[in-house]
């Protein structure tokens, strides 16, 4: 659970430019809602919901705009495939004027446990097709990610097929509490900062 005193008290408002702009990675689409390579955007779709800002598809995005105890926000949820998500971001930072570190990417990781998250400014792709999109689209990887780690296959599946398969009703389960933390993460990074975020976040879920 966040500290007391860094939760925030979400009310939606209309905007200034320069919010902090959140884009939870995913492909469109039902079949797709529930897969673990989804998991950044139902992390963004639970924060939607949580701090009381409605989605709206505009141009290559579901997004809507709010303030979080005081600061500015946009969530966002590209209505593009994975591979394709820089183009989604770069349409945001143009639309809200906004450089790229005002931008917060969620995102599944294969190299992280399941239950893990890592809060993290700039880094490489680590064969994530989205990342590689957003960097090659905005020419720099200075973006904050949240990582939600989902874990490896078992060597005998092919990790392209692991990453687009659903949850089982069991990790479903176990990914709740995962998800609200993760929205916690956010909340703490639009708040607060990065160092804060990481120093608070940057741990496994207790059991």
């Known amino acids: 659970m966040l500290p007391k005193h860094l939760r925030p008290q979400p ?6 430019n320069n919010p902090r702009v959140i884009v939870g990675l995913g ?13 950044g955007q ?9 701090w009381s800002i409605p989605l709206h598809v505009n141009g290559l995005t579901q997004r809507g705009a709010g303030r979080l105890h ?13 591979n394709m998500s820089g183009e989604a971001v770069e349409e945001l930072v143009t639309a809200h004027d906004v450089q ?12 992280l446990p399941s239950g893990c998250l890592r809060i993290r400014s700039g880094g490489g792709t680590g064969g994530h097709r989205g990342l590689q999109s957003i ?9 904050v990610r949240l990582k939600i780690g989902i ?10 097929d692991f990453v687009l398969a659903s949850f089982t009703p069991a ?13 916690e993460g956010l909340a703490c990074l639009v708040t607060h900062d990065v160092q804060t975020a990481m120093n608070v976040f940057n741990r496994r879920l207790p059991a």
Request: glycine letters at 4%; zero cysteines.
């Open 151 to 160: 874990g490896r296959p078992v060597p005998e599946v092919d990790p392209a």
């Open 11 to 16: 009310h939606p408002v209309n905007l200034p």
């Open 100 to 111: 790229a570190e005002d931008v917060i990417v969620v995102h599944d990781d294969l190299d």
């Open 27 to 39: 492909n469109p689409g039902v079949e797709y809602a529930i897969t673990r390579h989804n998991v």
């Open 70 to 82: 005081g600061h500015s926000v946009v969530l966002a949820l590209p209505v593009t495939f994975m």
């Open 135 to 143: 960097i090659m689209a905005l020419g720099t990887e200075s973006f």
């Open 171 to 183: 990790e479903w389960a176990d990914l709740q509490p995962v998800l609200t933390r993760a929205v």
């Open 42 to 50: 139902r992390v963004v779709a639970q924060a939607a919901v949580e």
